[in-house]
């Protein structure tokens, strides 16, 4: 399918998807589904009244707090149990577990371990996170080809050099990719926790939802929306530029 | 005979497991009660919550709604998926729109979901349905997209057509691809329901979690978060289990 044919498709998907929202939208009333049409009208009022960018910048700034530590501890962990068979028994049966906890189920707990403030967001944005950064370098870490690292040794490579000049660029990808899918699920837990505890971009979600309109609730979805694509889109882009070798992604789902 | 080494897991497993519930127990014991239960309360509080029936009866009706909405995503997602797998076109033109619905976090769905379903059973299951959809869409799409071009030219060049061709060739060819799907959607489902059960009416094992957060009681907080990620897990091997003893040809292959 050559590009031009390929844009054509994609701008008729979304060409109809939005007249479809806007007939829908029109038909159903605002009350039930406002159109885009109400929803764009509304969307100023969204940032002057409930301070919806304000909001929003705060929880971001939160999140990335939470995100950052997650990285730091599942690359830190994920290298130490894919390099070394005692590390990988010893965590193993925690990690599984914690990896298949829903992180709803733990806001109720973590609202009395850590408060309604900073800690609580960070810590359920972390948990959110950490496992997919961790699973992800760790196996990257395990199916490093042990050919290169002979052949560092061969070269008399020192252990760092033989850890930041074969170990790292050959994870890069695989913590790229858990880096991704841990920021998708970081901001999913940030909106769980904010709309549990109605603080932050949470509240202006829950608000929003208990005004007769549905208009702003729609202008509240579309704003999470662009801040999920361009989080994603500059993860990918930074990972195009910091490492070609990249285009050969792989991952653990 | 077989010589035990330090890095056997079947000696560092238990070890594992034992030594974090100890580190838990004590770092419990040296907080206030109301902060931390150690994990001798949690497994205490877990067999009362269990024979006097609480959870029990919780998790069947909690598995009500759920069940319902992971099997609605499935029969409309996988059909779907196959769809978009299959035309190039039809994915070019849907995916945008697609992926951009997929990037809004479900939860901040929920109060449109209670505005058209209302608080209770149909808004529950129209969550779980939310959050199941696109993650078997998704996977089965990618996987119907990557099958073997060899297998359907040979459909294809013995004639199959129309149906024949959907039932013998294309169907088996994207059964591994739909089962990762719904191994995949069922975690989300156990979430899901979870989710619904804290966000829309608190009910069943939502509201023992609520009672036991507002009393501070963080024994039982803790075996509700266990058995709901134990029935998470559970799931996932069943759907596993399934998927090993129906597609028997496909593990061959790849063993």
Redo the contacts between chains.
Sequence with gaps: ?SEKR?WT??M???GS?LALWEVMGRLMGD???APISSMVAVYPSLIEENNMLVELAKSLQHLIYGYALGCVVGITMGIAMGR???F???????VS?LF??????????F???FGFGLAFRVAIVFMSAVWYVLLNTFHGAKGINPELIQTGRAFDARPAQIFFLILLPGLYPYILVGMRNGL?HS??AM??AE??VIVGFGSV??N???EVS?AP?LG??VT??FV??AG?ESLRWIGRKTAPWYEAEKGH? | MKRITVNNPHLLYPISIFGGLAVWEIIARSLPRTLLAPPTAVGLRLWEMIGDGSIPVALASSLQHMLAGYLLAVLVAVPLGIALGRSPSLSVALDPVLNAIYAIPSVAFIPFLIVWFGLYFEGRVALVFLMCFFEILMNVQQGVRDIDRGLLDAGHSLQARGLTFFWLVLLPASLPFIFTGLRVGIGRAVNAMITAELFFAAVNLGKLMKVSGNAFDTASLFAVIFVVSVLGLIGQETVGWLDRRLLTWHHRDIA
Aim: net charge positive; charged share 10%.
């Design positions: 399918m390929k498709l994609r008729v998907g979304i998807f009350a039930l589904f070394s068979k005692i990988e028994g010893l965590l193993q049966p925690w577990m298949a906890t829903s992180i709803a189920s733990l806001v109720p707990l609202m009395i371990l998708a901001i999913r909106v769980i709309m549990y979600v829950f929003t939802g208990l549905t609730l509240a979805l999470i929306m999920g694509i994603l789902p």
